[in-house]
């Protein structure tokens, strides 16, 4: 675990800013009789503002506390909006800067339902959308964002579109949904690009391989933040060099290569304390005593983390407290002193719960766990592991390898770009040639012609080459895709039943209670094998193609089967089976991918209904086809996911006792019915039920 306190981007030049120090000792920052108000006015305020928000990119935010009081004071006294707007925009940044954003909500959504029409109004709603996103509340950062970026493209805000993109990719980042983050990265560095903004590249590209690293993607990560760096070094900008470092010293760390990581973690404390930066120190000696917790030295592990430990508390700073806990506990347990790293582990997820982050709630249980489990302690254990596993259950990580794929062809187009643009300046240097060298204008123009005519063309090689790049692209990645989701989707179910297994051997379980537990094994086999198959089918479709055989059935034995299947499951969840099929219907299909179909329906029906629903499998024959009707009386389907129902790994909700699919059952019965000549269609209704039709066609007489 990296602990980094980046702070959400609000403004693209004060992302690194903003992390740069806390004052030691707050400064003397008025010299007149601060209740004299008779001879202050907007300019006045104007300046408070702007004194304050350099204190802040200083780090120094005791004494930016005062300064940010007094703007608001006397704003209100002389009804200065504008001056009032920046103030709030000062508080919340303070807020952020000390972690915690929930005082940011609390504090700026009123200012900023009254004063959003003022110029500041853009800042104050980043800012407050930077609460919600820090608080975990990503509907609600995602919903500001989007209005403020709206509304910078009206206005024709440059810099705060390029802002206000950046922290969506964040958001969606933070929320697991990879391809919308770096899709909203991508058109960010592209409108940098175009601007020719060096500022927003660097921080641009920094995000991006901080994206990686956490992705485990260390090649590309790489590039990005020695790029980051660069430009940050071409600019000779503190604040940016110091965030490149410490990216940097995280990779190196994640590598394993911890000289490196200790060179680049040595850079900032340089910086800092140059600046006279407090912020981070905290940061930086975390970092450094993780390094030597990985190096296998813990007592020089455990004076560092001590350390920011010190200063986390002395500046009230909420995370440096939580994950220098974290630290410390898993450096006892190295060290084999399990009651100090139980100490540990038990005020860390006390301090995660108070942040209400669901990755550090769950990284700081599983620490607890496993330390109680090796000390000894299954039973004080045991809430902490079934906690975990809830938690753990409830997330889905298959679209991170989704997002990965997708960056590797937005790589492809932004290298294609690139080499585009060298060719458009190669052609250029062609044509001051031929002027220089023919002097006839006719000439020139023809030439221009000509070679505009081989641009078009060499632009549209380009287009159809990228489109066989991507479609190869998505071919070979086909494979690791599915390994992915399928150590995901067996491992949880494996899992559980692993944990249900040891408690019966511990002698945890009663006799009814082991009666239930088989049952549940039963159960969660049944649905990993459902998996696998959905997965093995889906797999050999996408490789090579399956190829229906059709030929005369009789339905009616193939329904018993699939209905038999599905009975334990059924009875699991007391859902009554009716199964209305009639003898002699025959059916032109193919046999193996009519049973995938028909398990499916059934399996898809079971999952979201609950106890005492039903489940009927009825028929009706026409003159040239017959209709197979799968209709159950559950929770129905939600009108914004019916688009999306038939896609493969689409985003699906658990069922009614938290069983998680595939996102591929629904799909591949779309496929073998089209493949069969057939067709598939649904109706549903919210809290009533959904009913599937399946028409296939009759054999010929």
């Not at 903003?18 to 006045?44: I, W």
């Not at 989704?402 to 187009?413: C, H, I, N, S, Y």
Request: charge should be negative; glycine fraction near 6%.
């Amino acid at each position: 675990m990296i602990f980094r306190f980046t702070l959400q981007p609000i403004f693209t030049a004060a992302i690194l800013t903003l992390m740069f120090g806390l004052a030691l000792f707050p400064v003397n920052v008025f010299s007149q009789d601060q209740t004299d108000y008779s001879v202050r006015d907007t300019s006045y305020v104007r300046s408070l503002n702007e004194q304050a928000s350099q204190l802040l990119n200083e780090g120094r935010i005791d004494s930016a506390k005062i300064v940010i009081e007094e703007a608001l004071t006397v704003s209100r006294i002389i009804e200065d909006e504008k001056g009032e707007a920046y103030g709030y925009a000062n508080l919340g940044n303070m807020f952020l800067a000390r972690g915690m954003p929930d005082s940011t909500i609390a504090r700026l959504t009123g200012p900023f339902n009254r004063l959003n029409h003022t110029p500041r109004g853009l800042d104050i709603g980043n800012i407050l959308a930077t609460g919600y996103l820090q608080s975990d509340k990503y509907p609600q950062a995602l919903e500001l964002y989007t209005e403020m970026y709206n509304r910078s493209v009206e206005e024709e805000n440059y810099s705060m579109q390029a802002a206000t993109l950046q922290n969506l990719g964040i958001t969606y980042s933070s929320a697991g949904d990879k391809p919308m983050a770096i899709e909203h990265y991508m058109r960010s560095l592209e409108l940098a690009e175009e601007k020719s903004d060096s500022t927003t590249m660097a921080v641009l590209l920094n995000n991006l391989g901080d994206l990686n690293v956490e992705e485990g993607n260390y090649d590309i990560a790489e590039s990005y933040l020695k790029e980051a760096l660069e430009i940050s070094r071409e600019l000779g900008n503190l604040g940016y060099m110091s965030n490149s470092y410490t990216s940097l010293g995280v990779f190196y760390r994640n590598i394993e290569q911890y000289d490196e990581a200790l060179k680049y973690f040595e850079r900032v404390l340089d910086i800092a304390e140059q600046t006279g930066n407090i912020f981070s120190p905290i940061q930086i000696k975390y970092n450094i005593g993780n390094v030597y917790n990985s190096m296998g030295d813990q007592q020089k592990s455990i004076e560092y983390f001590e350390e920011s430990m010190r200063l986390s508390r002395e500046h009230g700073i909420l995370p440096g407290e939580l994950y220098n806990n974290i630290g410390l506990g898993l450096a006892y347990y190295e060290l084999q002193d399990y009651s100090r790293a139980i100490e540990h582990s038990e005020i860390a997820v006390e301090l995660a719960k108070q942040i209400s982050s669901v990755d550090l709630i769950k990284q700081t249980l599983k620490n607890l766990t496993e330390i109680l489990e090796t000390s000894g302690d299954t039973i004080a254990a045991y809430p902490h592991l079934k906690r975990y596993s809830e938690i753990t259950d409830s997330l889905s990580r298959t679209e991170r390898e989704e997002a990965l794929a997708r960056q590797e062809t937005v790589l492809g187009l932004r290298a294609e770009r690139e080499n585009r643009q060298l060719l458009e300046q190669s052609l250029q240097d062609q044509k001051t040639i031929t002027r220089i060298t023919y002097g006839s204008i006719a000439i020139i123009l023809l030439a221009l012609a000509a070679l505009y005519y081989l641009y078009r063309e060499q632009k549209r090689t380009n287009k159809e080459l990228n489109k066989k790049t991507s479609e190869l692209l998505e071919v070979n990645n086909v494979k690791d895709q599915l390994l992915s989701v399928l150590s995901h989707d067996l491992r949880t179910p494996l899992s559980s039943l692993k944990g249900v297994v040891f408690l019966i051997r511990e002698g945890i379980f009663k006799d009814n209670d082991i009666s239930t537990a088989l049952n549940e094994i039963d159960y969660q086999l049944q649905q990993g094998i459902n998996t696998l198959s959905n997965y093995l089918q889906w797999a050999q479709n996408q490789r090579d193609g399956i190829t229906a055989n059709n030929e005369e059935l009789s339905i009616k034995p193939l329904v018993d089967d699939a209905v038999k299947e599905i009975e334990k499951s059924a009875l699991s969840k007391e859902v009554i089976l009716d199964n209305r099929t009639q003898n002699h219907t025959l059916v032109y299909a193919d046999e193996q991918l009519l049973r995938v179909v028909l398990r499916n329906l059934l399996s898809n029906a079971i999952k979201y209904v609950d106890s005492g629903d039903k489940v009927i499998v009825d028929l009706t024959e026409f003159d040239d086809n017959i209709q197979l009707k799968v209709e159950d009386t559950g929770m129905g389907i939600p009108e914004n996911e019916k688009e999306n129902l038939f896609r493969p790994f689409s985003k699906i909700k658990q069922g009614t006792k938290g069983e998680k699919g595939t996102g591929l059952g629904l799909s591949i019965a779309k496929e073998f019915c089209e493949k069969m000549g057939g067709n598939i269609r649904f109706e549903s209704t919210q809290g009533v039920g959904t009913t599937f039709y399946v028409s296939l066609k009759k054999p010929a007489n």
